[in-house]
């Protein structure tokens, strides 16, 4: 079995890579929300944390009631027990990925995770 | 505390998110590569699995000594124990995230990690 995988994602079809590229640490999702609409729920997370990362356009992410100003080349970390929904601007649509990772999984990273040849 | 952090990423300096957003579970690092150039070393890592998210310009990936083409919009999973190293294109450079995780860490994700308000 190859040691990788790879896809191409375009349009605006929310795509869920996890099953796609074998994942096994994150669950990544590529999204589009035109202009004026949002997520229609709440929502908390059990363990896992996000990370949001604002690709084009505009939105906000409802934060346990504060509201935080999304725009292109925002990264956006949201501990699990966050209560959050995101929205597009009224003005502008906004394409982004969330990262979902296990809270406190990460052991080691980098150079310290590095085998070089 | 509050229950998330933000920055914006601009430029060509690499930067990592990991102690910048306070991550647990992920580094992510935005990195730019010109035309031309490559990472001087080939690497493979003792836990993590990386996904490289290839946001501008073309790029390619040795990974166990298979060339892969990167163009905007792949999305490429490698395996810890894979030697990879990473080039821009001759005649473009390239913009990429490169996002590490423990390799087998993710429980459950999405609907499964969710709690709705």
């Known amino acids: 079995m190859k040691n990788y995988s790879k896809t191409n994602v375009t349009g605006t079809e929310r795509v869920e890579l996890h099953d796609i590229l074998g994942l096994s640490g994150a669950e990544i999702s590529v999204n589009y929300m035109p202009a004026g609409a949002g997520v229609p ?6 363990q896992n944390e996000e990370i949001y990362i604002i690709l084009e356009g505009k939105g906000f992410m409802d934060v346990d009631g504060e509201k935080v ?3 292109a080349n925002d990264f956006l970390r949201v501990a699990p027990e966050a209560k959050r929904q995101l929205s597009a601007a009224a003005d502008s649509s906004v394409k982004y990925l969330c990262i979902q990772v296990k809270a406190g999984s990460l052991e080691e990273f980098t150079a310290n995770d590095a085998v070089l040849s």
């Not at 729920?41 to 059990?46: I, L, S």
């Open 41 to 46: 729920f709440v929502h908390a997370h059990k």
């Open 69 to 71: 100003e999304l725009n």
